[in-house]
């Protein structure tokens, strides 16, 4: 379908992006703040190339796998929205020191 091919690449545009921003970055939360955000865009990446897959299942094996993908994505994704909440009022103390 096209709707997740498009997830798919924006996801990964998003993950470089943010990867790239984490790099930059100098102040530690900060730094944390942007590598969550990263790690959400990868578990969008993920979880968007698995329900492509589901599209179009051959076979059992591309069944699991697709199966896999999803469920790692969905776990990223709600592990590192967690982890976003937790370093964003960090990283905003952080800014209101500076």
């Known amino acids: 379908m096209p709707i997740f ?3 798919i690449i924006l996801s990964f545009a998003l993950y470089v992006f943010y990867k790239v921003s984490e790099v930059r ?24 190339f698995g329900l492509n897959e589901l599209t179009a ?3 059992r094996v ?3 796998v ?6 790692y994505g969905i776990v990223l994704l709600i592990m590192n ?3 976003y909440k937790h370093f964003l009022t960090l990283a905003r ?6």
């Open 81 to 83: 929205y967690k982890m």
């Open 66 to 71: 697709a199966l896999i993908f999803l469920a």
């Open 25 to 48: 970055a100098k102040e530690p939360f900060l730094k944390r703040w942007t590598g969550t955000k990263a790690k959400m865009a990868l578990g969008a990446f993920l979880a968007s």
């Open 93 to 98: 103390q952080e800014a209101q020191k500076n």
């Open 5 to 7: 091919i498009i997830l």
């Open 62 to 64: 591309q069944l699991w």
């Open 57 to 59: 299942v051959e076979g």
